[in-house]
Nanobody
């Protein structure tokens, strides 16, 4: 089992920045991808960014150039979000994919509003 705990969400004005964190515990696999997804009210959950065990990264077009995903040696994953827009408002979920299984955190709310 893998446990994921997100933090760092909050209220920010348009153009502002936030940094989300996702702490990992439990059974950690040597080869695993981690990523961030988000779900806005009334919409389906959508992909945001992914980082592989070899630190390759990939982003949704909607956040490319504004968001940066990274990971430290303790498998804590970060999402640095800059130039935030109202349409970035959503609950952000951390995802861990290893050994053929996916695990999810409970989410952290990000609200972009003036």
């Amino acid at each position: 089992q893998v446990q994921l705990v997100e933090s760092g969400g909050g209220l920010v004005q348009p153009g502002g920045s936030l940094r989300l964190s996702c702490a990992t515990s439990g059974t950690i696999f040597s080869i695993a991808d981690m990523g961030w997804y988000r779900q806005a009210p009334g919409k389906q959950r959508e992909y945001v960014a992914r980082i592989t065990s070899r630190l390759f990264t990939n982003y949704a077009d909607s956040v490319k150039g504004r968001f940066t995903i990274s990971k430290n040696a303790k498998n804590t994953v970060y999402l640095q979000m800059n130039s935030l827009k109202p349409e970035d408002t959503a609950v952000y979920y951390c995802m861990y994919e290893g050994n053929g299984n996916q695990y999810w955190g409970q989410g952290t709310q990000v609200t972009v509003s003036s």
